[in-house]
């Protein structure tokens, strides 16, 4: 197939099955048939049968990892909206994403120092609770492997969008605000996608927790050089 051809066809797939797999979610509602897992795990199925590489499959989807971006930045719309309540609550949001953005840094500390990896590899995890434009361009200027940094990005999402509503059921959580900030720090971009499934207030302060969460674990790392002796 001539590459051009197959990159738009890529293109088109991706979008397809995401489409697809969303019509099978509304209908399905358990968590396992989220479109964000149900797409990944096709795409990776037909790209190992019919042996695609990611760099290909990279360079025709290009336009969608481009949009991350904008679609982070238009979280920001609802958060307007709701900004006298998330004044009110300033102390309590900063406090907790405080607290879970410095557990995300030493986890991924831990994990990195438990499975001996290498120093590229430790500065292309830790940033791995904070959105994808985010800890891409964070491990970039790190040096680190901003690809891979994507990859565990991602299996921190779909974790979260898993875990997450069963961390609510089991903690009997009502608050709209506490369901938000879980999942936004949690789970970044994808959680917040799951959030505003929840209602239009748990998608507002999980945009506002995957957005502020992502600028305090920067700080944290950079504050914290004698656990990070790598970077």
Do not use: C
Not at 162 to 179: E, H, M, Q
Not at 206 to 228: D, E, K, N, Q, Y
């Amino acid at each position: 197939m001539n590459e051009i051809l197959l990159k738009i066809f890529l293109l088109v797939l991706t979008i397809s099955i995401f489409v697809a797999s969303q019509k099978i979610s509304s209908k399905l509602t358990f968590v396992l048939f989220s479109p964000v897992i149900v797409t990944p795990l096709i795409l990776i199925i037909i790209l190992e049968t019919f042996h695609i590489s990611y760099s290909t499959y990279a360079s025709g989807t290009w336009i969608l990892t481009y949009m991350l971006g904008p679609s982070t930045v238009a979280f920001a719309v609802p958060m307007y909206k709701y900004q006298d309540l998330l004044r009110k609550y300033l102390k309590e949001i900063l406090i907790s994403l405080s607290i879970g953005s410095f557990l995300a840094v030493i986890t991924s500390i831990l994990f990195a120092i438990l499975f001996q990896l290498s120093k590229v590899m430790v500065i292309s995890i830790i940033p791995r609770s904070v959105t994808t434009p985010i800890a891409m361009e964070y491990a970039k200027s790190l040096h680190g492997n901003p690809s891979l940094t994507a990859v565990f990005v991602m299996i921190t999402g779909l974790s979260g969008v898993v875990l997450g509503p069963l961390l609510i059921r089991l903690l009997s959580l009502k608050s709209p605000i506490a369901k938000g900030l879980l999942m936004g720090m949690g789970a970044h971009g994808t959680g917040t996608s799951k959030a505003f499934e929840f209602g239009e207030l748990e998608g507002t302060f999980s945009s506002l927790g995957m957005i502020i969460g992502a600028f305090i674990t920067l700080v944290w790392v950079l504050l914290l050089p004698s656990l990070t002796p790598l970077l």
